[in-house]
């Protein structure tokens, strides 16, 4: 079954630490450039970061930089987001996605992170 599942979620304090997972299914996960989106209640879906398909991150949305680190595992079919010292507007479903080119055309059903105190 092709799809993306996304995992690690949960409630946090703020100033707290969660690393999310993306495991990849029926794709050749090694070819595709890979990413991290999140929406927060209200808002759209916004981009929060990316990595090539040989482990290096290409972008990262501004308010996270120097506290997430996304990375990758190609022989588990599995991407990273190390999310260090949360905050409150990280709270939000992040979701994992292909670039383009692959044959993933929906997304999953992300992963729940709340920061909360």
């Known amino acids: 079954q092709v799809q993306l599942v996304e995992s690690g979620g949960g409630l946090v304090q703020p100033g707290g630490s969660l690393r999310l997972s993306c495991t990849a299914s029926?794709?050749?996960?090694?070819?595709?450039?890979m990413g991290w989106f999140r929406q927060a209640p209200g808002t759209q879906r916004e981009s929060v970061a990316t990595?090539?398909?040989?482990?290096?991150?290409?972008f990262y949305k501004d308010s996270v930089k120097g506290r997430f680190i996304i990375s990758r595992d190609n022989a588990k079919n599995t991407m990273y987001l190390q999310m260090n010292n949360l905050k409150p507007e990280d709270t939000a479903v992040y979701y994992c996605?292909?670039?383009?080119?692959?044959?993933?055309?929906?997304w999953g059903p992300g992963t729940r992170v709340a920061v909360s105190s």
């Open positions: 990595i090539n398909t040989v482990d290096r991150p290409v």
């Open positions: 029926g794709i050749d996960f090694s070819r595709y450039d």
């Open positions: 996605m292909t670039g383009s080119g692959s044959p993933i055309t929906s």
